[in-house]
């Protein structure tokens, strides 16, 4: 078999995870400190003195943990008694009885599990405090973002509205590049996630639809073709009545992103691609602007009471499909959990099985991409089934713009040459795959 290179770590100085856990994850405590602060007032209205003095234990929690981060301490096990504290502590435990011989530490173990474990950690400052445990601290953040991307999801609501209204006529070929098309805007969607800037601002302002040719030459890896392949066949063969197309689509960031997935999920309805979509969220506030099931539902009825028919429209839609059952939401704690997607079948066997079922999985955004290839060093030039490692549920495919410091399956000498031409090449956002696994065929 092929050599597991080591995960990615804080331990290799100068390297992003370095410099993430450096100055990056200290700067997202130090927001999140800051919003419960300006909170105060709303907390004492709402609980009394007694809010008062659970916010401030809440946050000195969180102070600790900063602590704890930048003075390089032992990780230590969560107390919160949540239904996934006890996996946690056994994952420490594993980690202890490995081969290295210092205790983990955020600046010697895994960056996956580190950050994982650090939005962890502030759910825990959260949850000894009732009645802080539903506090959202990004949810500020997020609903912002969500507000002033609104001209970008007027444009992109308003596109899909007409072209909907058309799709009952198209040939497979208009479809094929209406597919194409939504799915690109998916992918970009994905440049606004609030973690990699620190929390701040980070939107879409401009009309997604105008910029989409000129990105091309930035997709490294473009598997597009082999997903449609997928779709369209499935479609072709369909049998009976009784054959059911379900995709599945895990979600990365609200906002603009979320809006961008959705469109894709309704136009996989509307054009008789699929017959059921299935969405994966967060259980817990999760790399600032995740999706959890509280985001997912603010979004549907944001968009039906905003002040603009298309949008309105869509959100109307929107909630029908989730009443009629063509779109179900899931949230299972395997996806905060800090596992690599490969210890699913072991860890998570039910999830596992239940996107078995699914005929095509889409993965959004960096986070899913780096457990997907489990966060290791591995050369550009690996295969994405093999770093992988057998993590095979149902054909997938990964939307994801560069933000961490790990590809696959790019061509001999790509890589180099991108570093030649732009350090920053995987991690500013700037370049994007649609990178496609069929291995579960093999
Ligand atoms: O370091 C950049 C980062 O914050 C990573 O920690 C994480 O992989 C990513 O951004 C989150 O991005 P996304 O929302 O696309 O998963
Ligand atoms: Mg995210």
Not at 236 to 245: R, V
Not at 382 to 388: G, K, N, Q
Request: aromatic residues 12%; charged residues 25%; proline residues 4%.
């Amino acid at each position: 078999g092929v050599e597991v290179p080591d995960s990615l770590s804080a331990k290799y100085t100068g390297s992003f995870a370095y410099f993430t856990v450096k100055d990056r994850l200290p700067q997202i405590l130090t927001k999140a400190v800051d919003t419960v602060h300006r909170n105060m007032e709303t907390f004492f209205e709402k609980y009394g003195q007694e809010g008062v003095e659970a916010e401030k234990r809440a946050i000195s929690l969180m102070s600790k943990l900063r602590n704890e981060l930048q003075t390089d301490k032992p990780v230590l096990p969560l107390t919160d008694g949540l239904p996934d504290a006890d996996q946690w502590n056994e994952y420490l435990e594993h980690l202890q009885a490995g081969p290295d011989t210092e205790e983990p530490s955020w600046f010697k173990s895994p960056w996956l599990y580190m950050e994982c474990y650090m939005y962890r950690r502030i759910q825990e400052s959260l949850q000894l405090n009732p009645p802080m445990c539903d506090f959202d601290v990004f949810n500020e953040a997020k609903t912002q973002s969500f507000f002033t991307s609104q001209q970008a999801i007027i444009a992109i609501c308003t596109y899909f509205l007409e072209m909907k209204n058309k799709i009952k006529c198209f040939k497979d070929t208009q479809l094929k590049a209406e597919f194409l098309l939504l799915a690109q805007v998916a992918l970009w969607g994905n440049r606004c996630d609030l973690s990699i800037s620190g929390g701040r601002e980070n939107s879409q302002k401009l009309n997604p639809l105008t910029s989409l040719e000129s990105l091309k030459p930035s997709i490294l890896v473009d598997d597009s073709e082999f997903v449609w392949e997928v779709l369209i066949n499935r479609k072709k063969n369909k049998t009976s009545e009784t054959t059911c197309t379900r995709i599945d689509i895990v979600l990365d960031n609200s906002g603009f992103e979320l809006v961008t997935d959705l469109i894709l999920a309704d136009f996989l309805l509307a054009s008789g691609l699929a017959d059921v979509i299935h969405f994966h969220g967060k259980s817990i506030p999760w790399f600032v602007s995740d999706t959890t099931k509280k985001d997912f539902d603010w979004t549907l009825k944001q968009m039906q009471a905003a002040n603009h028919m298309q949008m309105s429209r869509c959100g109307v839609m929107w909630e029908k499909n989730m009443n009629q059952g063509v779109w179900i939401y899931h949230d299972h704690l395997f996806w905060t959990l800090p596992h690599e997607f490969c210890d699913m079948p072991l860890v998570a066997h039910d999830l596992y099985a239940e996107l078995q079922k699914s005929n095509l999985i889409f993965f959004k955004g960096d986070l899913n991409y780096r457990k997907l290839t489990g966060d290791r060093k591995w050369s550009y030039t690996v295969s994405f089934d093999t770093a992988l490692r057998g993590f095979q549920p149902a054909p997938l495919c990964s939307l994801r713009t560069l933000k961490a410091d790990i590809q696959v399956g790019l061509k001999p000498g790509q890589g180099e040459q991108l570093a030649a031409s732009d350090a920053e090449w995987m991690i500013s956002g700037r370049f994007a795959i649609i990178q496609f696994s069929n291995s579960y065929q093999t």
